[in-house]
């Protein structure tokens, strides 16, 4: 099936450090909408983006929704030990309501 | 917690046979819809109802169904089960806001396959 291209695919960083990871896609998409998956959990909502160059924040996650709506970016701020998992961007067309997933950015925290 | 609450939590089954996972979606919300997750292939869009009616189908087999009931929640049948099915399942449920719908996700299936 399609997946958006995330990157980095795992990160490994000290408590206190800032994160930035990126989600690119070959469609154009209307929506970009970025999660957390703890271990044995569902994704969780952190942030949606719904206009080309919109810049949104949600305490320490800042994301933006890319000028050519192929991309989006997340960056986490002075990171914490429960920051720790697995981040998926996850793009939607205007014509359909299914979301198509990128691969996921698995992130670790050490004290 | 999201609101969409799924059953069984756990399921363990042998090759060749039928399973129900089963769906609540949020309370109001219309749509319901229905994810694959295995190791190798990410989140993957199986199925879409939107008040009873599908309205969205993605990669789904032709071993697996679903439906949504008048009370709106779904359930997602899966037969002659292969050990590849084995995988986290998972439902969302939204609604529209303007033209956006926001997708709440349940804690999940895991089905393994033996």
């Known amino acids: 099936g399609q997946q958006l291209n995330q990157s980095p695919q795992s990160m490994f960083i000290q408590e206190g450090e800032d994160v930035s990871m990126n989600c690119t896609s070959s469609?154009?998409?209307?929506?970009w909408l970025w999660y957390k998956q703890d271990p044995g959990e569902g994704p969780v909502l952190l942030i949606a983006l719904y206009k080309a160059g919109e810049l949104t924040s949600n305490g320490r996650l800042t994301a933006q929704f890319g000028i050519t709506r192929k991309d989006s970016f997340l960056n986490i701020s002075a990171s914490i030990p429960s920051d720790v998992g697995i981040y998926f961007c996850?793009?939607?067309?205007?014509?359909?309501?299914?979301?198509?997933f990128g691969t996921g950015t698995r992130l670790q925290v050490f004290p | 917690d999201s609101g969409v609450t799924q059953t069984p939590k756990h399921l363990i089954t042998a090759t060749g046979q039928r399973v129900t996972l089963r769906c609540s979606p949020r309370s109001g919300d219309l749509s319901v819809y229905w994810y694959q997750q295995s190791l190798d292939q990410g989140l993957q869009f199986l199925i879409q109802?939107?008040?009873?009616?599908?309205?969205a189908k993605g990669n789904i087999l032709e071993r697996f169904s679903a439906q949504q009931f008048p009370d709106l929640h779904s359930e997602l049948n899966l037969s002659s089960l292969e050990l590849g099915d084995s995988a986290l399942y998972f439902c969302a449920s939204s609604s529209p806001r303007g033209v956006q719908e926001t997708q709440y996700f349940g804690p999940g299936t895991r089905l393994l396959v033996l």
């Open positions: 469609s154009i998409f209307n929506t």
């Open positions: 109802y939107y008040n009873g009616e599908e309205r």
């Open positions: 996850a793009g939607q067309s205007y014509n359909t309501d299914k979301l198509i």
